[in-house]
């Protein structure tokens, strides 16, 4: 392994436990200060929405700031990154997803792993995850292609901001976090059985996501002067 591909792995790992931490840490606490739902939504989207843009602002530029499989996939389909870093690049991010779970659970008094019984389920709760992936990917590789990668640390939390409150799903939009949120039995969790239809539903938003980009946005970094 080189340095650089060591740090980028690390920039993932520690970006994406960031991003856990934030969310799982978050939704405890908003489950703690108030019973009503809405104020827990609330503050857990406040909290998600300042912890992604520091993540992806702070580690842009060393890996890219992925923190998603589905993120890496069209990565790799585009041909910016090897399979051999794809593969190790997902291995971190669900490492990092773990860790930051645990690490909220530990920081709240609770068990280190503590498996979700919130079981989010049904074709409303994964049209809601197509939804959220197909433009969470959108908006990325409409920015790549545009050459405006600049302006995705804020379009990002932006749309996860929108999405919290748009789509039935609350917007996980990510494998690593899924699993991630499996492992907390609080207001963020999900049960582990459910994770793997969300899962398909994020890869079907992810391939829904690739094929609208380009329809729409010319590779300007590809395209015929």
Known sequence: MTKLLYRRLLAELLGTCGIVLVVVGSGIMAERLSQDVGVQLLANTIATTGGLLLFIYLFSSISGAQFNPVVTATEYFDKRISAGDAIQYVVAQVAGACAGAMLANIMFSLDVVNLSTKVRSGVPQYVGEVVATAV??????????????????????????????????????????????????????????????????????????????????????????
């Open 136 to 225: 969470l990917i959108l908006l990325i590789q409409g920015c790549i292609r545009t050459n405006r990668t600049a302006a995705i640390p804020y379009l990002v939390p932006a749309w996860i901001t929108a999405a919290y409150w748009c789509t039935s799903s609350t917007s996980f939009a990510n494998p690593a976090v899924s699993v991630g949120r499996s492992l907390s039995n609080t207001f963020a969790g999900i049960r582990p059985s459910s994770v793997p239809m969300f899962v398909v539903a994020q890869c079907i938003g992810a391939a829904v996501g690739v094929l609208l980009a380009r329809g729409v946005f010319i590779d300007e970094s590809k395209a015929t002067k």
